[in-house]
């Protein structure tokens, strides 16, 4: 078993940088389109299924070409993590469930789930194919 | 000043999720990404805590742990493409990506409603 190894403070900078970011990016969404209450949390389905999309685009994107180092903690762990969330997800669809809104609730759930994955699907195909540079 | 609150909990969240990472994917638990499902089951439970007692504690709390931190401690974009990733791993790949799903989803809800039960009374 590997021992862990130091973790270079550049990067922590700019995971804390992109989880800032992002985090302020889904503030700002959810402010300006917010969910009514026990209404369909249309603001955070779209946050998550963007993040997602642009996720698998840069993961593609990063394997299959040489970029900077910094690249994928700051734009990946940072900016879409931090934009990205699963505890909103899981505490508005707790408060359908909860509110004896199961179908809306079901539907929520389904929709974040499938079109995560679809989206991830989408944005690794828009990166077209191409050898990483030797 | 709310905008603050939220960018300084969502740079601390999405360091913690990038250090819980590293430091559960040194374990020998693969192929399940459990430094996600980690992530997502804290910050689900946390948030949980937060908001069973919503409205009793001070302003301060929603835009810094709510939104910021949980929201950035936990990731659905990385949960997303990790079980892509493991669906694409024939059919044995498949069978961890379901469980990937079905461990992340149940133990997310029941992590949430735990901490709203928990949670201080309004």
């Known amino acids: ?134 | 000043m709310t905008l603050m609150l939220v960018m300084i909990g969502g740079a601390l969240g999405a360091l913690c999720r990038f250090l819980v990472d590293r430091a559960v994917n040194l374990l020998p638990f693969r192929p399940l990404p459990w430094g996600t499902i980690t992530a997502n089951i804290t910050g689900s439970l946390l948030l949980g805590l937060i908001s069973g007692g919503a409205g009793s504690q001070p302003g301060w709390v929603g835009p810094l742990i709510a939104t910021g931190f949980c929201g950035a401690l936990t990731t659905y974009s990385t949960f997303s493409y990790e079980t892509l990733r493991l669906a694409q791993n024939g059919p044995t790949g498949r069978n961890w990506a379901l469980l990937n799903v079905a461990a992340t989803l149940a133990a997310g809800f029941g992590a949430f409603g735990l901490g709203w039960y928990l949670g201080p009374a309004p």
């Open chain 1, 1 to 134: 078993m590997s021992r862990p190894r130091q973790v270079a403070p550049d990067v922590l900078l700019v995971v804390a940088a992109g989880g800032a970011l992002g985090a302020a990016a889904r503030y700002g969404l959810t402010t300006a389109w917010p969910t009514p209450p026990l209404g369909f949390p249309w603001a955070t389905l779209v946050i998550n299924l963007l993040g997602c999309a642009l996720l698998g685009a840069l993961m593609q994107a990063v394997t299959t070409r040489s970029s900077h180092r910094l690249l994928p903690p700051f734009l990946g762990t940072g900016i879409l993590g931090g934009f990205t969330t699963f505890s909103a997800y899981a505490s508005e669809g707790w408060q359908l469930f909860t509110a004896g809104r199961t179908a809306l609730g079901m539907a929520y759930l389904v929709a974040t789930l499938a079109g995560g994955l679809a989206a991830v699907r989408i944005g690794v195909r828009a990166v077209p194919q191409r050898q990483k540079q030797p």
